[in-house]
C-alpha cells in the first residue's frame, strides 16, 4: 500500500529549501521529516481545489489547512505550519505578498511613527514599547475595525466604552497598565494634532493604591522547597534551578533573568550585569551558590551555537525566551508539585524578589540597603516594605486610647 505522506503534488518543489530554513535552526532530523510530512498534505489540499503555489497567501493556505482532518495535539498544527509555508513561497519569490488596503496602509503608517515616537522621545523600553502599541491596535480595532480611520471624530465617549470593554471581559486585565499605555497614545494623537482634543484626560483610572496591601512573599522554607523542587526536575531542572535561584538570591526581575547575555558574566571580578527597567544596567555581585549553578548550566544542559542569551529554550531554534513568562510557569509548576500554597490566587515571578527583600528586613536590613539590592529608583518604591517590619512598626506604635483619656 502506498504512503500517502509522499505522494507529489504542487509544493514538491519547494520542500527541500522550506526543510533546510528549519536545518538551519537546529530543528531535529524528525522534526524535519514532520514538517515535510505535514506540508505535503497542505500541497494534496491545494491541488484539490485547484490552488498553484504562485496564488498561495498565508491567509488561503490557513484556510485550507484547516480542512485536513483533525491532528494529534503532540504535532504542530497544520495551519500554524501553513502560514509559514506561504511566507516561504513569498520569500522565494514564488507568490506575492498581500496587497494592503488603504486603511491598512494608513493604520501602518499612524503606528510605525507611533513606535519612532516612543523609541525617541519617550525613551521606553522594548518591551514597554510592544504592550503600549499592543493597546493602540487593540482601541483601533474596537473602534474602527477595518475600516477607514477618522481619529478627529472620537470623543471621550468612545475612549470610556473601550476601556469598559478591557476590564468586563471574561478575562479582565489584573493591574492598571491599560489606562497608562492608553493615555500615552493619546497624547501622542493629540501632540500630532491627530485628535481634536487631549483624549488621554477622559481615561478613566483605576482605583487601585499601589501600597494598599502587603508585597506577597514566601518563607524561607517555602522558598527553599520551590527551590529544591525545580531542581529535581530532571530535563531542565538546571536551567529552571538557575533563574529562579538569580531572582531568590539576587532578587532580579523576571524580565531582567531572560535579558542576560553571556558577555554579562564577569567570571573573574564574580559580577553580572543587570539590565535593568528604563535602559538602566547595574553590576551586581554573584553569590557562590548562584555562579555554581550557572556555570552547572552551561556545562550539562545550554544547546545553541547561535544566541548569546544565557537562557535558551530546549526546542529549536534554541533562542532566547521572548518574555519572562517562563518563570511563571515555572513557579505554578513547583508550587503543585510541592504543595506550597502560593499568598494570592494569581503569584508571578515578583513573589521570590518581595520574599527576598522580606527576609532581609526581618534580618535587620535598613531600607537604605534594601533599595539597593532591589535597585529601586525611588525610596518611595522601598517604603512599601517598612510594613513588613513588626518590631520596627510596635517601637513608635501609640497606646490605644482608652476611657476618660485627653481628647
Not at 359 to 380: N, P, Q, T, W
Amino acid at each position: 500500500m502506498m504512503n500517502t505522506n509522499i505522494l507529489p503534488s504542487c509544493v514538491e518543489p519547494y520542500l527541500d529549501s522550506f526543510e533546510q530554513s528549519f536545518a538551519a535552526q537546529n530543528y531535529t532530523p524528525w522534526t524535519l521529516r514532520n514538517y515535510r510530512a505535514r506540508v505535503r498534505c497542505l500541497g494534496r489540499l491545494m491541488d484539490s481545489e485547484g490552488v498553484e503555489p504562485s496564488a498561495l497567501t498565508p491567509d488561503l493556505a490557513e484556510q485550507l489547512a484547516r480542512k485536513a482532518p483533525a491532528e494529534s495535539k503532540r504535532t504542530v498544527r497544520l495551519h500554524h505550519l501553513a502560514r509559514r509555508f506561504a511566507q516561504h513561497l513569498i520569500d522565494l519569490g514564488v507568490a506575492s505578498p498581500t496587497p494592503l488596503t488603504d486603511a491598512q496602509v494608513a493604520r501602518a503608517e499612524l503606528l510605525a511613527d507611533y513606535q519612532s515616537y516612543l523609541v525617541k522621545q519617550r525613551g521606553l523600553s522594548e518591551r514597554t514599547i510592544y504592550h503600549t502599541l499592543r493597546f493602540a491596535h487593540r482601541f483601533l480595532d474596537h473602534h474602527f475595525g477595518d475600516g477607514q480611520l477618522d481619529l478627529y471624530a472620537v470623543t471621550a465617549a468612545d475612549v470610556v466604552a473601550f476601556v469598559q470593554q478591557l476590564v468586563t471581559r471574561k478575562q479582565p486585565f489584573r493591574d492598571k497598565t491599560p489606562g497608562t499605555h492608553l493615555r500615552t497614545f493619546f497624547q501622542y494623537l493629540f501632540g500630532c494634532g491627530i485628535t481634536a482634543t487631549n483624549l488621554a484626560l477622559c481615561v478613566p483610572k483605576a482605583a487601585r493604591r499601589w501600597d494598599a496591601r502587603l508585597p506577597r512573599h514566601l518563607s524561607s522554607d517555602e522558598v527553599e522547597a520551590v527551590l529544591a523542587s525545580v531542581w529535581a526536575n530532571p530535563r531542565h531542572g538546571t536551567r529552571d534551578y538557575a533563574m529562579l535561584l538569580l531572582m531568590a538570591r539576587l532578587g532580579l526581575r523576571a524580565p531582567e533573568v531572560i535579558a542576560i547575555q553571556l558577555d554579562d558574566i564577569d567570571w573573574r571580578a564574580g559580577e553580572l550585569l543587570v539590565r535593568g527597567k528604563g535602559q538602566r544596567h547595574d553590576r551586581m555581585p554573584i553569590s557562590p551558590d548562584v555562579g555554581e549553578a550557572i556555570s552547572r548550566y552551561l556545562a550539562e544542559d545550554r544547546i545553541s551555537a547561535t544566541s548569546r542569551a544565557l537562557f535558551v529554550t530546549l526546542r529549536a531554534p534554541n533562542g532566547p525566551f521572548k518574555n519572562g513568562q517562563i518563570v511563571n510557569d515555572i513557579l505554578k509548576q513547583a508550587f503543585a508539585a510541592t504543595g506550597v500554597k502560593p499568598p494570592a490566587p494569581y503569584v508571578g515571578s515578583h513573589v521570590l524578589r518581595h520574599s527576598l527583600a522580606t527576609k532581609m528586613v526581618r534580618a535587620g536590613a535598613s531600607l537604605e540597603e534594601i533599595g539597593d539590592v532591589l535597585r529601586h529608583r525611588s525610596r518611595a518604591s522601598t517604603m512599601v516594605y517598612a510594613k513588613l517590619d513588626i518590631e520596627g512598626l510596635r517601637s513608635i506604635a501609640q497606646p490605644w486610647p482608652v476611657v476618660g483619656g485627653v481628647s
